[in-house]
Each structure stands twice: as structure tokens, then as C-alpha cells.
């Protein structure tokens, strides 16, 4: 797999690890592991766009 294309699909997987904990935060009452989704979230939507740059440039 392309580096790319590998980039993309992790950051996807983070931003779906990261919605979960933040849900199970909010349900929980949890503050910490919601605020820990969130970043989670946020850095899977960054390497996922790395990754599209990637794809575009051709590394």
C-alpha cells in the first residue's frame, strides 16, 4: 500500500477510534476521555488529509 493511500486509511481508523471514546466519554461522564477522543479525532482528520497531499504529490 501507498504511503498515501496507508496515511488516509489510518486517519480514518483514528477518527473512528476517536468518535467512540469521546461517546463513551459523554455517556460516562468521563471529561478526560472525551477531550481524548476529540484529539484523537482531530489528528486522525490531519493525517488524513497528509495523505491526500500524498496522493496528489505523488510520494
Do not use: C, P, Y
Not at 455517556?27 to 482528520?45: F, R
Request: no cysteine; charged share 35%.
Amino acid at each position: 500500500m501507498k504511503s498515501g493511500t496507508r496515511d488516509q486509511a489510518e486517519g480514518k481508523l483514528h477518527q473512528v477510534k476517536g468518535k467512540a471514546r469521546e461517546i463513551v466519554g459523554k455517556m460516562t461522564s468521563n471529561a478526560n476521555l472525551e477531550i481524548e477522543g476529540k484529539g484523537e479525532n482531530a489528528a486522525g482528520k490531519v493525517q488524513e488529509k497528509v495523505g491526500g497531499v500524498k496522493k496528489v504529490l505523488g510520494k
